[in-house]
């Protein structure tokens, strides 16, 4: 597993700074989360899987509570046996760090489920 779930987000400006070629590539090479296009923008995009609603659910509200603790939000699709989750910055339009973070920190709760 990557250490992005250990870095500290920083609250994302319309200005801000995209995550580099580099941050994202490194993140997605050590993960199971890959690069979609989607409504004009590039996303982090990853698909878990679970045996059955309940326990997407359960996953899905982790994310929740991930997301409003920082105040930065995915786009979550919760259904029978699995949940999807896109990562972009609506701000700046990209990939920002606090996208590949709070990524990183999905992938932490699902091992711990």
Same mark, same amino acid.
């Given at each position: 597993?990557?250490?992005?779930?250990?870095? @500290?987000?920083?609250?994302? /400006?319309?200005?801000?700074?995209?995550?580099? @070629?580099?941050?994202? /590539? /490194?993140? @997605?090479?050590?993960?199971?989360?890959?690069?979609?296009? #989607?409504?004009?923008?590039? /996303?982090?995009? #990853?698909?878990?899987?679970f045996p059955n609603f309940e326990k997407a659910l359960v996953f899905t509200n982790k994310v929740g509570a991930i997301a409003e603790e920082e105040g930065h939000h995915p786009e979550i699709v919760t259904e029978w046996g699995s949940v999807t989750i896109y990562w972009w910055s609506h701000k700046i339009k990209k990939i920002h760090l606090n996208d590949l973070i709070l990524a990183a920190r999905c992938d932490v709760g699902y091992s711990s489920m």
């Open positions: 597993m990557s250490s992005f779930h250990e870095k @500290v987000c920083v609250a994302c /400006q319309p200005d801000a700074e995209p995550a580099s @070629v580099e941050e994202i /590539q /490194q993140f @997605v090479s050590g993960t199971e989360w890959s690069l979609i296009e #989607r409504i004009g923008v590039t /996303q982090l995009f #990853r698909k878990y899987s």
